[in-house]
């Protein structure tokens, strides 16, 4: 079985959409992370859920997870605002080499980039671009069913 096989449509948002855009992705539609594009459709990250769950937190919160405990609704709300009009680019990390696998790989190959990189989905790449991305789950489903 190849990456191809397992493939699902990638979750994809532009560097220039919201943070707002990214959280929704994950929270409302469930997916276990974002792929960040250029305006190019270029690839430009892998955004896990918990990377962005950690754009949701204030760095001052995350140096001292005990002012976690000050937020109220008020803050929340300001927090809001702030995710509704801040770009992606404006805070993501900074470029890296994306790890992706192609589309003949083979699910431990894939397993092995996901272990590595310690992400839940990893993009499969064609000769035209991003064919999709393989998820933790899928290649778990794929991999019980032999």
Do not use: F, N
């Not at 699902?8 to 792929?35: F, M, N, W």
């Not at 431990?108 to 790449?125: D, F, G, N, Q």
């Amino acid at each position: 079985m190849r990456a191809s096989d397992i493939v699902e449509p990638a979750p994809t948002v532009s560097e220039d959409a919201t943070v707002l855009d990214a959280i929704r992705l994950v929270a409302v539609e469930g997916q276990p992370g974002v792929v960040v594009v250029d305006a190019d459709g270029r690839l430009r990250a892998v955004l896990p859920a918990s990377q962005v769950m950690r754009l949701l937190i204030p760095g001052y919160v995350r140096d001292d997870l005990s002012l976690a405990r000050m937020w109220d609704e008020a803050h929340a709300d300001d927090l809001a605002r702030v995710l509704a009009s801040t770009a992606l680019r404006e805070v993501m990390p900074a470029y890296r080499e994306v790890p992706t696998v192609d589309a003949d790989a083979t699910l431990m190959e894939v397993a092995a980039v996901m272990a590595a990189e310690r992400t839940p989905l990893v993009p499969v790449i064609a000769a035209d671009g991003i064919l999709g991305v393989v998820t933790a789950g899928g290649l778990l489903r794929a991999a019980l069913a032999r």
